[in-house]
């Protein structure tokens, strides 16, 4: 099956504190997965204070017309896509989409990616963006679990 993998990143306009962002990424999530399961798209969200990333993999038709109405959507601003490449493969076969906030004790992390420890997604190239994204989802998914309503996204059942 032809895949494409999309990556842009935008400003977060999700609310003014932890709590509201907490808050719209449950809501964003559960919706996104109801959604993007119907399309067979798999992807990943990070969110820091400022900047979202988002992945979204699937065929074509699916993730461009997902992506068109997510860029429509007020809760972020200046988005940028990043990249949009052919791939054989998901980064994210196990998530229709997977949902992760940037922590201030994922410092350590994020210097690995971002010279002067500032998550800065225009500053990174497209490849990086994905990498960083996936080692966030994974650092994230280590911690302790959430609470159900804040829990990033469901496995895939049929990976
Ligand atoms: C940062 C962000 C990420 C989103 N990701 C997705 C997504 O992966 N899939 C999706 O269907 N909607 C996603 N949405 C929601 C869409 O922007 C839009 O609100 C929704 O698809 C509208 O759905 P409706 O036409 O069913 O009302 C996202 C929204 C935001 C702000």
């Not at 990424?25 to 990943?44: E, F, P, Q, V, Y």
């Not at 699937?58 to 992506?67: D, E, L, N, S």
């Not at 601003?77 to 994922?106: H, N, Q």
């Amino acid at each position: 099956m032809a895949l494409v993998r999309l990556v842009y990143y935008s400003r977060n306009r999700l609310g003014p504190d932890r709590d509201a962002v907490a808050d719209q990424m449950a809501d964003i999530l559960a919706h996104s997965i109801a959604k993007n399961r119907l399309h067979g798209i798999t992807g990943a969200m990070i969110v820091d204070r400022n900047w979202i990333v988002q992945v979204l993999e699937g065929r074509q038709a699916a993730v461009t017309a997902t992506y068109d109405r997510i860029a429509a959507d007020p809760r972020h601003s200046d988005i940028v896509l990043a990249d949009t490449r052919a791939t054989d493969e998901r980064r994210f076969p196990l998530w229709w989409m997977a949902g992760a906030a940037i922590e201030p004790d994922m410092d350590d992390l994020v210097r690995r990616w971002c010279e002067d420890g500032d998550f800065d997604p225009s500053r990174l190239s497209p490849r990086r963006l994905v990498d960083l994204t996936e080692a966030v989802v994974a650092a994230y998914m280590e911690r302790s679990p959430a609470p159900p309503r804040r829990r990033a996204g469901a496995p895939r059942p049929h990976a």
